[in-house]
């Protein structure tokens, strides 16, 4: 008798644990023959907010590690995803992708983290800057993370849309709630796997699935959420995030691009979500000496 | 090899067991070829020469000794690797591989830091906590800018320059080679360089490790030998680019012979850097910088902290608790994890050194040194301060190179930037005081690439090393050090 294969139990990732969505439901999109891909969590509004406090407490230590060891962390991740790359190419099969652009997608994505990992100790560099202010003070730039980010992921794509707007926020230091999206949902859930064994702390990234209807409001209206990243191509719900947004003036981008081309990457991806920091210092200015050896 | 010491201070006797870091886990070969076009050489001429360790006198290997004809062979390997490969490769892919290189160093970091004790007499402290994962992540971190230079060069287009020639010196044999091979690597250059003739083998271990890697064939040559090698390649026709790091004296050779050639050029050089102590500053921490400036490596570091300025309020207290921070120094075996100041790297340093100490007394300058057992084999010195040094005295304006620290004192901020900048190097100073304000305007003033303000002896892959005047040209590190590596138009 041939062995009964052990079927996959898809649970949403929050503040580094794996739960089933704490209402209890769930939703079954189908793939291209209109088989059901699994019984997904459909995520409450409380699974959101559960996620924003976690993604909140783990902003301080995130937000405050060298920037180098982000990079190291980053870089894990993509080791890990190599490593794992046959269940992702056969869950992009799953979903419908052939299994040439499954294994280019997942290529993409492993060298799109790296792309962003190195970007984590050099992004400061050349963005901030010394101010040559007419005083005697000594006044500088530099950026900072926005926060708490809210990551509505693309919905044509499982895996690079996830990968290619969910990297610059993590390398800049945020931490983030992302909604997986809806229909093609099994690689955010694997990609949680990946990231709970890479190093990567948790609450840096939480991952919800379910309906956008539901769960967009409930993060765009949230008080301690502190920017949107849409990467959808609703406009009309772009439009009510972007209302909801004013609430406490979160930062909006939204991105349409076609993340499967190996340039939708970029410096101002991360700087998006940096806020800038300009300090003052005096520089004492006594007696005659001057540099002229 | 635990030497007793006497805490003068306290009245207490220390006495700390041994603690010698393994050496099994280390399987050195016998004898070291050429790494020529991705294959292990023999020297043209035949011929080897022996590294000893400076910490017992002792030969570890030996090691190539290459030729004009070796170093032909390599650059034209390097030219070929540049041209069918390493230049039309994707600059993401090339990332990969020194990210790759990067973590196979992290994999064999252990095995790193001891060869490096064994070869430079250096601490094992300091090879494990600094050399090695200092030279990991200089890799880690150009490999991320291969594929993102046109960010560091806005408006211009970002080439290779081709083939880079590099020596480097004995005080950092590793971590000299990883900032002279990542950035090259990185701008897409290839390379061929010569460690220096007394540390010759972590240079070798990392060209094992390159192997390890996959890196094509070529891109990277590593040419063991002596001045005459590195002569070959300073003045082989065919190198696009050479960076020195090293004397000011063989730096002015270097640059003489590159006078006329379109070669690019960058030099790191000596340094007789300021370390400036005001009365305001928290004296014990400073006591700890002005010793991890002067007796850090030996002193064989070029930016070393070997002009002490105090200001003349707290002269006496600094130097009280300095040379009572000074006999509690261990001196002897560097394999020991309790040890804080190791072998000096070959016996012909340990002479330029003597000969400064003696220059030194005939000037008139007070000599103080701890008492401390010196180990019978090998090679070392103990660490040693000058008092009533003058401005004008050879141990105050030379570059010594090894644990011996002058001391002048200053009274008000005008004249201690006069006496700091009086000098024909600018490579480094320390600046120690409570007062941001006064930190600004001195780090404004001192005419040296690296200010050090209340620390000292700090490198980071992403902060740009190098000097001013005689202490040569071009930077080292971070976005700035991508450009010594680059054509522009």
Same mark, same amino acid.
């Given at each position: 008798m041939s062995r009964l294969e052990i079927l996959k139990t898809y649970k949403i990732y929050i503040g580094g644990q794996f739960p089933r969505t704490e209402s209890g439901r769930f939703y079954s999109p189908l793939d291209k023959k209109g088989k059901p891909l699994g019984n997904i969590c459909l995520s409450s509004r409380k699974d959101v907010r559960n996620a924003i406090v976690a993604a909140r407490k783990a902003f301080g230590s995130w937000s405050e590690r060298a920037a180098f060891n982000r990079g190291q962390i980053l870089y894990r991740i993509a080791e890990m995803l190599e490593g794992r790359k046959e269940q992702f190419i056969s869950e992009l099969i799953q979903q419908g992708s052939t299994k040439k652009n499954a294994e280019e997608e997942v290529n993409l994505s492993i060298d799109r983290i790296v792309y962003y990992a190195g970007w984590c100790d050099k992004y400061q560099q050349v963005l901030s800057s010394v101010n040559p202010v007419a005083s005697s003070h000594f006044n500088f730039s530099v950026l900072e993370p926005t926060g708490v980010v809210g990551i509505l992921a693309p919905q044509n794509t499982s895996l690079i849309g996830l990968v290619s707007i969910m990297l610059p926020v993590i390398c800049g230091g945020n931490t983030c709630v992302v909604i997986a999206s809806e229909n093609l949902p099994l690689c955010a859930v694997t990609f949680a796997e990946v990231l709970n064994s890479s190093d990567v702390p948790g609450g840096v990234v939480n991952i919800l699935t379910g309906t956008n209807k539901e769960l967009n409001e409930t993060l765009s209206t949230h008080m301690d959420v502190n920017a949107i990243v849409y990467g959808g191509d609703d406009l009309e719900a772009l439009k009510q995030i972007q209302e909801n947004a004013v609430l406490n003036v979160k930062r909006v981008f939204s991105y349409s691009k076609d993340w499967s081309k190996a340039d939708s990457q970029d410096l101002y991806m991360i700087s998006d979500t940096q806020e800038i920091k300009t300090t003052w210092h005096p520089i004492e200015n006594i007696g005659g000496s001057s540099s002229s050896y | 090899m635990a030497t007793k010491k006497k805490n003068t201070e306290q009245g207490i006797d220390w006495n700390y067991s041994p603690s010698l870091e393994s050496t099994s886990h280390l399987k050195l070969k016998k004898k070291y070829d050429l790494f020529i076009d991705g294959e292990w050489v023999k020297p043209s001429s035949g011929k080897y020469f022996k590294t000893v360790n400076p910490a017992n006198e002792e030969v570890i290997a030996e090691i190539a000794y290459g030729n004009q004809e070796d170093v032909d062979k390599a650059v034209k390997a390097a030219r070929k690797a540049y041209t069918d490969v390493w230049s039309i490769m994707p600059p993401a892919e090339r990332a990969k591989y020194i990210f790759r290189i990067a973590r196979l160093m992290q994999e064999r970091a252990r095995e790193l830091a001891v060869a490096e004790t064994l070869d430079a007499g250096k601490t094992i402290r300091e090879s494990r906590d600094i050399d090695v994962p200092l030279a990991c992540n200089y890799f880690f971190y150009y490999a991320g800018w291969a594929d993102k230079l046109e960010y560091a060069f806005p408006n211009r287009k970002v080439e290779s320059l081709g083939v880079a020639g590099q020596i480097i010196p004995w005080n950092f044999p590793l971590l000299m080679a990883a900032w002279k091979i990542a950035p090259a690597l990185a701008t897409g250059n290839t390379v061929v360089l010569k460690p220096a003739e007394t540390t010759p083998l972590t240079a070798l271990i990392l060209a094992e490790i390159i192997e390890e890697s996959g890196l094509p064939a070529g891109v990277v040559n590593i040419v063991t030998g002596h001045g005459d090698t590195g002569a070959a390649i300073v003045n =082989?026709?065919?190198?696009?680019k050479i960076a020195f790091t090293g004397s000011t004296n063989v730096g002015k050779i270097i640059q003489k012979a590159l006078a006329g050639t379109s070669k690019k050029l960058t030099l790191e050089l000596g340094g007789k850097s300021a370390n400036i102590i005001f009365d305001d500053a928290p004296i014990d921490q400073a006591v700890e910088g002005i010793v991890n400036g002067i007796f850090f490596n030996q002193g064989h570091v070029c930016c070393a902290g070997s002009r002490l300025y105090v200001q003349e309020s707290v002269a006496e207290l600094v130097i009280q608790k300095l040379k009572s921070r000074m006999d509690s120094l261990y001196l002897g075996n560097p394999l020991d994890k309790n040890t804080d100041i190791g072998a000096i790297n070959s016996k012909e340093q340990l002479e330029t050194i003597h000969k400064y100490i003696k220059i030194g007394k005939q000037e008139g300058a007070e000599m103080y040194q701890p008492k401390c057992s010196i180990p019978t084999k090998g090679f070392y010195c103990a660490p040693t301060l000058f008092i009533n040094v003058a401005q004008s005295s050879v141990i105050a304006q030379e570059e010594i190179f090894g644990p011996v620290l002058t001391i002048q004192t200053f009274r008000t901020v005008d004249e201690v930037i006069q006496k700091a900048n009086n000098s024909p190097f600018g490579l480094a100073a320390g600046v120690w005081t409570d007062k941001g304000s006064r930190i600004f305007n001195l780090s404004s003033k001192l005419r040296a690439g690296v200010i050090w303000a209340n620390t000292y002896n700090k490198f980071d892959p992403t902060s740009p090393f190098g000097g001013y005047k005689e202490s040569g040209f071009g930077r080292e590190g971070g #976005? =700035?050090? #991508?450009n010594s590596y680059v054509k522009l138009s």
């Open positions: - | =082989h026709p065919d190198i696009d #976005l =700035h050090g #991508l």
